[in-house]
């Protein structure tokens, strides 16, 4: 039997760090997923640079004037680009802009997005700096489906990160990312298997069940 | 060496069940406190009882009119009580009023709480049922320093607890509760042991570490 691969895009702003990590899940066998393309709103997004060097089509879309947003002939640009390359799943990785209607209509219930804490604590951007200036003594990561809030879709998987007294914001970042890659992985294959069936606000998995 | 007892006292509104637990970890030899009193704003909360049983002094002391506060004058009750069994720490264990200036000020950096959430999410009343409607995959419990917000001050401990699929706000909260039971005990045999200390929101355990 040849097990089908979730054809997936993923759109990033920065280094890729979490591309770099599915890429490697895939690479290893771990996930049944082929990252189509990769697609940034920043032309030279590392992103970009780390698809191409495994062979996964990476393209710059012009996002647009606005700061925060697509516009949205842009985001008209960025699902036809999902379109041609017939993806079914969107993950974001470190995707800095907020999808709206026309992107998120395009593709409902079909993308994912991974945030560095224990949603709904810390929300929007530098949750891990959020996070430890707050004082938190257990800080996390988050996959949740994609809504129009932001990062308040419902949530797939949590991971629990403890915070040390002699931490930085940046140890912390560390020891988050870690659980980034592992459930990021985790939660697609999720997807890829149907496993995944959202009841209301909650994500419940299907089948054998999976420890966040 | 006898070992100097810290003498805590008690605000409970309930069954009391983070009240047996500090007891009964005080009797197991694992807490280095006496409580000298537990005072409730209800007259007939089970926590009274369980305080008698243990022979410890049990006060219901009226609030005054007010539904979520107590008046002026009740807090100054609450004080003078509080001061009468030369009470050094506070600890809340359910007590469902919030605390304003005058005992505030009164018990300044010592009176500590207990939540069954991981703060900053699901504050206020009924956060297992928040936590679980909102659909997180893992919640848990804070122990924290009180202030004048509702459940914002400095975080002493958190302990997560995972949220599993075939949970009810039933099942959830036993499993949270257990939590509760471990980590405020710790939470007050580090303030007996004079190891706390805060640094803006965040608090330091000096001395070898305890894992939340």
Known sequence: ???????????????GSNL???????EAGRLDAEIRVV???????QALERARRHGIDACYIDPGPRRTILTAEAE????????????????????????????????AGRILNIHPALLPSF?????????????VKVSGCTVHFVDAGIDTGPIIIQASV?????DTVASLSERILE????????????????????????????GPRVEG
Do not use: N, W
């Open 179 to 206: 659980e980034e890659h592992r459930i990021y992985a985790e939660a697609i294959q999720l997807f890829a298997e149907g496993r995944l069936r959202v009841e209301g606000r909650r994500v419940i998995i299907e």
């Open 162 to 166: 403890p915070v040390r007294d002699d």
């Open 20 to 26: 770099q990590a599915l890429i490697d899940h895939i």
């Open 76 to 107: 008209e640009r960025y699902v036809q680009c999902m379109r041609d390359h017939g993806v079914e799943l969107i993950a974001l990785a470190g995707f800095m802009r907020i999808l709206k209607e026309r992107f998120l209509a395009a593709h």
């Open 1 to 15: 039997m040849i097990t089908r691969r979730l054809p997936v895009g993923v759109l990033a702003s920065g280094r």
């Open 39 to 45: 697609v940034s709103d920043v032309k030279d997004a």
């Open 123 to 135: 929300p929007g951007l530098q949750a891990q700096r959020q996070a430890f200036e707050y004082g």
